[in-house]
């Protein structure tokens, strides 16, 4: 009978150093997994940081283009209408200098709206709910 209990008792100390031993082992793999997550978050803002840093260039890249490319607009649209006004003041003399002035205040007032919808549209894209 002593015997058999000092059997039944070594079995279970063989049982509780494998149970040990699991434990350790996970408890190891534990650690592994604390490192590999702290290693990801840190990844993680760095992305973000870059990503945000490279959306920032990029928005600024588009808005150069669209207001350089507005200006040109711009400008390109006042030289055809003077060259059309001039060209109706050679037909029409009759036409008076205040007319003119009234004509050419409005076609400023267009051609800023128009600068204005632009860079509106740039400042949307800014705020897009997909690129935040």
Do not use: P
Request: proline share 0%; charged share 25%.
């Amino acid at each position: 009978m002593l015997s058999r209990i000092h059997a039944e008792l070594g079995e279970t100390v063989n049982v509780m150093r494998s149970n040990i031993e699991k434990m350790i082992r996970r408890g190891e793999k534990l650690e592994e997994l604390e490192e590999k997550t702290e290693d990801l978050v840190n990844q993680s803002a760095l992305f973000h940081s870059k990503s945000r840093k490279l959306k920032k260039q990029f928005w600024w890249k588009n808005a150069k283009f669209y207001i350089v490319g507005g200006v040109i607009l711009v400008v390109v649209a006042t030289v055809i209408v003077c060259k059309f006004i001039s060209l109706f003041f050679s037909l029409n003399s009759f036409l008076k200098l205040h007319e003119f002035n009234q004509f050419f205040f409005f076609f400023l007032l267009f051609s800023g709206d128009c600068l204005v919808n632009i860079l509106m549209r740039i400042d949307q894209t800014r705020r897009c709910k997909y690129c935040k």
